[in-house]
C-alpha cells in the first residue's frame, strides 16, 4: 500500500463516519437537531424529512465504506449533489422552510465537495470486493445529468493506479493474479 492510499483511506473513513454520525442524529433525534437552526418550523413533516434525509444519509455511508472505489465516490457525489439541489429548490418553494432547507443544502454541498476532492487526488481503491457495486454505479452514472463527467475522474481516477493494484491482480485482470 502506497504512502498516497494510506492517507486517503484514514480520510475517507473519518469522512464516512462524520456522514454517518450525522445521519444518526438527523433519524435518531431529528427534533433536537432542528431547534439548533433558528426560525425553523419543528412539526410532524420537518420530522418526518429530517428522519428520511438521516437515513439516507446512513445508507451512503454504508454502500460508500471506509475506501470506496472511484465509481462508488463518483455516484456518491452525485446523490450529494442532487440532495443539494433539491434542498435549494425547497427552499424556493417553501420559505417557511427556508432555513433548514438551506442548511440542509449546505452539508450536502459539503459532502459533495469533500468526494470531488478525494475523487480528483487520483488515488483510487482496488475494487476487490466490489465489482457490482462499481458497476451499478457506472451504471446509473451513465443515465443521469452530468453523470458521465463524474464517470470521467471516476476513470482517471481508476486509470492512475499502477498496474499491480487494479483489481487485486499483478496483471490487471480481475481474477489473476495474487
Avoid: F
Avoid at 473513513?13 to 438527523?26: K, P, T, V, Y
Avoid at 432542528?34 to 420530522?47: F, K, N, Q, Y
Avoid at 475522474?153 to 485482470?173: F, N, P, Q, T
Wanted: net charge positive; charged share 20%.
Amino acid at each position: 500500500m502506497t504512502a498516497q492510499t494510506q492517507t486517503r483511506t484514514s480520510t475517507r473513513r473519518w469522512i464516512e463516519l462524520i456522514r454517518a454520525g450525522w445521519g444518526a442524529a438527523l433519524l435518531i433525534a431529528p427534533g433536537t437537531v432542528l431547534t439548533h437552526i433558528h426560525h425553523v418550523r419543528v412539526d410532524t413533516r420537518a420530522i418526518a424529512i429530517t428522519r428520511i434525509l438521516g437515513a439516507r444519509q446512513l445508507a451512503q455511508a454504508a454502500l460508500s465504506g471506509n475506501n470506496p472505489s472511484p465509481e462508488v465516490l463518483a455516484m456518491g457525489i452525485w446523490v450529494d449533489g442532487a440532495h443539494a439541489v433539491t434542498g435549494l429548490t425547497l427552499a424556493a418553494l417553501d420559505r417557511s422552510r427556508a432555513r433548514a432547507a438551506l442548511t440542509d443544502t449546505a452539508v450536502a454541498a459539503l459532502w459533495a465537495g469533500v468526494g470531488l476532492r478525494d475523487l480528483n487526488q487520483g488515488v483510487a481503491t482496488p475494487p476487490q470486493h466490489d465489482r457490482r457495486r462499481d458497476a451499478l454505479a457506472r451504471l446509473v452514472l451513465r443515465l443521469v445529468p452530468g453523470g458521465d463527467a463524474l464517470l470521467g475522474h471516476a476513470d482517471r481516477d481508476r486509470s492512475g493506479l499502477r498496474k499491480d493494484e487494479r483489481h487485486g491482480s499483478a496483471d490487471g485482470v480481475p481474477g489473476h493474479g495474487r
